[in-house]
C-alpha cells in the first residue's frame, strides 16, 4: 500500500485529484448498493404488501367492458 501511495504522489496535482475523484466515486456506488440491498432485504421481510401477494383475484378478463389488446 505505501507503494502504491508513493507513485501516487509522483503524479501532477490534477491527476491526483483525478483519482481521488474516481476512488470517491467508487466509494458511492458501494454505499449505495449497500443501502440498496439493505432495502430489498427489509422489504422482503416486511408484511406491508401480503395484502396484494395473497388477495384473490375477483374480477377476469370478461368483466372488462373494453380491452385496449387482445391478449
Known sequence: ?????????QLPYHDQKRVFELIAELYSKMEENI???AIAQYTSKSTAFDVVRDD???YTLDDLKVKFRDE
Do not use: D, R
Open 35 to 37: 443501502v440498496s440491498e
Open 1 to 9: 500500500m505505501s507503494n502504491e501511495l508513493a507513485k501516487l504522489q
Open 56 to 58: 384473490e383475484e375477483i
